[in-house]
Structure formats: C-alpha cells, structure tokens
C-alpha cells in the first residue's frame, strides 16, 4: 500500500448534515412508556442506545439483514476511496470528515462494525446534535403484528433543536432472528445512509 491519503471528494456537507440531523432527532428515543412485549422491548432498548449515541449497543440489538442493508448503500462510496492505484497499490490511510482512516482496519469492518462505525462519525460531525439526541422522548404506542415474522412498533418521538419542537409518529419495524426480535433498517436511518452515500460520490 501506498502512504498517500486518499481523500473524498468534496461535497456540500452543510445541506446533508442538516437534514441528517433533524432525520435522527426524529428517529431517536429517550424514556417513555415502553409497555408491550418482546418487540416492544428490543426496539426500547435499541432506541435508548440510540439517544445515547452508543452505535455498538444499537448495532448489537439491529437484524443482521439490516446491518447488511445498511452497508450495502454507504460501503461503495468509501470503498472508492480505497481503489488500487496505477501502480497496483491502495492508499495506507484516508480520510472522512476529520477522521484519518487505516484502509486495512476499515476493510476488516464487519457490517456491525461499519455501521458503529460510520454512525459515529456522522453524528460527531454535527456540532450538538449529541446533546440534542440526549434529549428527545419517545411513547409507544402499541404493536401491530404481521405473520409469523414481523412486529411493528409504533412510537410517538418528540425532540427539540434550535428552540423548535418536533414531533413524529412512525413506525419501528422488528423481525425474528435465531428465535428473537431484532430491529430492521428504519426508513430515516436508511435515508441518511443514501444522502451522506450520494454526496460522498458526488451525486
């Protein structure tokens, strides 16, 4: 490998990370009523996690076809960053944000790694939005099963940013994995992951 950081492209950072955070602000949970069954209780504590921006914790309580998904749209972006070269090298080392990145050690990420991993960035590059996340109230509302599979949490997020009060009701989504509810891709999450993607790239 070469010792010459690659770095991205330069995008508009402003724009996405604006929308990136009032997206998590309204897909994040503090405490609340967290009545209900098993699902109800896997999405509590992932949500938890979440407000606490402790990727690792959420990452653990996230289906692995999630993890999957996740990975699939924002992983080509940063592995354009580390193609092989004209002389048939990869760069040691790049860059993303502030953050100076060992090529080898992102390419031993697993999914769960790399999702921790690009999460946490993303939120440390949005000045207070920690803070914001801390924050935030969640209500359930109830479950709505469908199938054998699947249970839908729905969920009422209040959060506050800039002196404006937000409020959302949506929907968590939890599947069966080895015998236990795991909480799939959010549509919010999964937005972000596009946006953040499609920038990286130029798009």
């Known amino acids: ?62 289906h692995p076809e999630a993890l999957e998904r996740y990975e699939s749209i924002l992983r080509p972006a940063f592995d354009a960053m580390v193609q092989v070269d004209s002389t048939g090298n990869m760069p040691e080392e790049f860059k993303w944000f502030d953050r100076t990145i060992k090529t080898e050690e992102f390419l031993n990420m697993t999914p769960k790694d790399f999702f921790a991993f690009s999460m946490a960035e993303i939120v440390a590059a949005v000045p207070g939005l920690g803070a914001a996340l801390q924050g935030s109230s969640l209500e359930v509302i109830g479950e709505i099963g469908e199938g054998e599979r699947l249970v839908h949490v729905v969920v009422r997020t209040s959060a506050e940013s800039m002196g404006i009060e937000m409020t959302e009701v949506s929907v968590l989504t939890t599947a069966k994995s080895e015998g236990e509810y795991r909480l799939m891709l959010s549509g919010q999450i999964e937005s972000i992951a596009t946006a953040i993607g499609r920038g990286m790239q130029g798009r």
């Open 1 to 62: 490998m070469t010792k010459t950081n690659s770095t991205p492209r330069r995008f508009c950072l402003c724009g996405i990370l604006t929308i990136v955070s009032l997206t998590l602000l309204l897909s994040c949970s503090g405490g609340g009523n967290t009545t209900g069954g098993e699902a109800t209780e896997v999405a509590t504590r992932a949500q938890d996690a979440f407000r606490q921006a402790d990727w690792e914790t959420y990452a653990s309580w996230m």
